[in-house]
């Protein structure tokens, strides 16, 4: 299980380095506008606006303010007093390799930001997380309890794989929040319903006990 959750991590920090070197900076814009346009269309605008609101919020709290995007770009990119004391090395990649750098650390930190959103987005779903989980579950127990008074076995199988089908939601919405792709707000309330009619499956099938 260990294993699995390492391995998981680092596709998910293999595709944030991807998309950081191979996504352009408009693409990234792109991006960020389609999906804004798509959240205006799904929760209208004062919501949208709102979600934009708290992400900027929580982007400049974490990285701007305490400094720490700065620092990255001072740490990969020279200042022009750093330049001028390094003699002989004033121009040494001023037009192509630090500007190509700075455009990757742009498409890094909008990458970030748009992380922040659609973890905003995602948490405003909370509440039907919570109404629609909880019948599943309820359900699932009731029908477990059922079969406790019958003849009726769990399927090991139907267990096993719903188990692993919640898994691969949540995994799949993780990775969705940095896809270098739109991601629909539907995507969340699908994740939901999958999720929750999966733990009704794994409750269900959970083995007898006495």
């Known amino acids: 299980m260990q294993r699995n959750l390492l391995l998981s991590l680092m596709i998910w920090l293999l595709e944030i380095i991807l998309v950081a070197c191979l996504v352009s900076d408009r693409w990234t814009r792109e991006i960020q506008t389609a999906e804004d346009h798509m959240l205006i269309a799904y929760i209208g605008v004062e919501k949208e606006a709102e979600i934009r609101r708290t992400s900027q919020q929580w982007f400049d709290r974490l990285f701007v303010n305490t400094g720490i995007r700065e620092s990255v770009y001072h740490y990969f990119i020279p200042t022009e007093r750093e330049r001028q004391l390094s003699k002989g090395f004033e121009d040494v990649g001023r037009r192509d390799f630090f500007p190509f750098i700075q455009s990757r650390l742009d498409v890094l930190w909008e990458t970030v930001y748009q992380m922040i959103q659609r973890l905003i987005m995602a948490w405003v779903w909370w509440p039907l997380l919570t109404v629609t989980l909880m019948p599943f579950a309820i359900d699932g127990l009731i029908r477990r309890k059922i079969s406790q008074t019958n003849f009726d076995y769990p399927s090991p199988m139907a267990h096993r794989y719903s188990l ?24 969340v309330p699908v994740g939901i319903f999958i999720v929750a009619a999966a733990l009704n499956v794994f409750l269900a099938n959970t083995q007898k006990r006495v």
């Open 164 to 187: 692993y089908l919640m898994l691969g939601i949540v995994y799949l919405l993780f990775m969705g929040l940095t896809l270098p792709f739109p991601v629909p707000p539907q995507t």
